[in-house]
C-alpha cells in the first residue's frame, strides 16, 4: 500500500519562509505527477502547485513567483518551497500523487497545518 507523509508545517511571520516535503512510499516506480493541494477553513480546496517526472511543474496564480516546487525521483518525494509568505497562505496543505502512468491522484497525505501570523 503506498503511502504519503507530509512533514514541515508550523507557525511562521509573515515575510518568512517554510519548506513542506512530501514522502511517498510502498511502490516500485515514481509517481507521473506530484502536487501540492490547500483548504483553509470555509474555503474549498485549491490547487497550489504540480510537477510532473520530467520537471514540469505548475502554479496557481496567487504563488507564482513565492512558491518552488520540486521532487527528488530517486526518493519519490516532492518538496514545497516557500517564500514571502502571507496570511492567505494559511492552511492545512495536502500532498498528492498519481501512480508510475497515471493522470489522476489516486494518493493522498493527511495534510499539514501552515499558519502564517503575526
Known amino acids: 500500500q503506498v503511502q504519503l507523509v507530509e512533514s514541515g508545517g508550523g507557525l511562521v511571520q509573515p515575510g518568512g519562509s517554510l519548506r513542506l516535503s512530501c514522502a511517498a512510499s510502498?511502490?516500485?516506480?515514481?509517481?507521473?505527477?506530484m502536487g501540492w493541494d490547500r483548504q483553509a477553513p470555509g474555503n474549498q480546496r485549491e490547487l497550489v502547485a504540480t510537477?510532473?517526472?520530467?520537471?514540469?511543474?505548475n502554479y496557481a496564480d496567487s504563488v507564482k513567483g513565492r512558491f518552488t516546487i520540486s521532487r527528488d525521483n530517486a526518493k519519490n518525494t516532492v518538496y514545497l518551497q516557500m517564500n514571502s509568505l502571507k496570511s492567505e497562505d494559511t492552511a492545512v496543505y495536502y500532498c498528492?500523487?498519481?501512480?508510475?502512468?497515471?493522470?489522476?491522484?489516486?494518493?493522498w497525505g493527511q495534510g499539514t497545518q501552515v499558519t502564517v501570523s503575526s
Open positions: 498528492k500523487a498519481t501512480t508510475r502512468f497515471g493522470h489522476e491522484y489516486n494518493y
Open positions: 510537477i510532473t517526472r520530467t520537471g514540469t511543474a
Open positions: 510502498g511502490s516500485i516506480f515514481s509517481s507521473n505527477v
